[in-house]
């Protein structure tokens, strides 16, 4: 059974351009949540996705922003970047209908310039 | 403001010794607890969680959870060099997701050899 992948694993972009990452969830899962760690501090939720709708947001602006696809598999889009939104992005997949807890994929390293 | 706060150290813990580490949550609806332990430059991986009041034992690993002190810890019995690590403490307010995990900023743990 493979669990959640990510990609790619490093990126670097210039502030103002705009940024996707990419989510494999772990096969039977349908809920994909993202997070973001900046450095020296825990994990902060963005949002999290069911059945290809937002289900649920933390304390991000719009310019952060996702999909969900037929396959469960997950996009995080990320407009107009800031030197601040260089962090660790992680996701995370798991059935709705439970109560399992998260485990994370490698995570993508974002650095903005 | 859902918050979770843990010391971040560093906690210096001989090896062999019991390492305790301890969470302190504000949302008193918060139904679930979880500890994930991150090695530098790696995605947080899930060791404990925990639902009800009162301990949970798993190997070497021990979660307690006081709702009405709104307090976690998780103990590690044995200390091997290996659980050098920051260990993060998360609570989830309810079931399903929704609302994302919030997480403290973890404590940095070093066994010493």
């Known amino acids: 059974e493979t669990g959640v992948t990510q990609s790619p694993t490093h990126l670097i972009k210039t502030r103002g351009q705009q940024v996707t990452l990419r989510c494999s969830s772990q096969?039977?899962?349908?809920?994909v949540s993202w997070y973001q760690q900046a450095l020296g501090q825990g994990p902060q939720f963005i949002f999290q996705?069911?059945?290809?709708?937002?289900?649920g947001r933390g304390n991000f602006p719009p310019r952060f922003s996702g999909l969900q696809f037929p396959n469960y598999s997950s996009e995080l889009n990320v407009n107009a970047l800031e030197l601040d939104d260089s962090a660790l992005y992680l996701c995370?997949?798991?059935?709705?209908?439970?109560?399992?807890?998260?485990?994370f994929g490698n995570g993508t390293r974002l650095t903005v310039t | 403001q859902k918050e979770v706060e843990q010391n971040s150290g560093p906690l210096s813990v001989p090896e062999g010794a019991i390492a305790s580490l301890n969470c302190t949550y504000s949302?008193?609806?918060?139904?679930?607890f979880f500890w994930y332990r991150q090695y530098s430059g790696k995605s947080p991986e899930l060791i404990m969680f925990?639902?009800?009041?009162g301990d949970k034992e798993d190997g070497r690993f021990t979660a307690q959870l006081n709702k009405a002190s709104q307090y976690v810890s998780l103990l590690i019995r044995d200390s091997q060099p290996s659980d050098s690590a920051t260990y993060l403490c998360?609570?989830?307010?309810?079931?399903?997701?929704?609302?994302?995990?919030?997480f403290g900023k973890g404590t940095h743990l070093i066994i010493q050899p």
């Open positions: 996705y069911y059945r290809e709708e937002e289900n």
């Open positions: 998360a609570a989830e307010l309810s079931g399903g997701g929704a609302d994302g995990l919030t």
């Open positions: 949302d008193r609806g918060s139904q679930s």
């Open positions: 096969s039977g899962h349908n809920t």
């Open positions: 995370a997949s798991s059935p709705r209908d439970s109560n399992s807890p998260l485990h």
């Open positions: 925990i639902y009800s009041n």
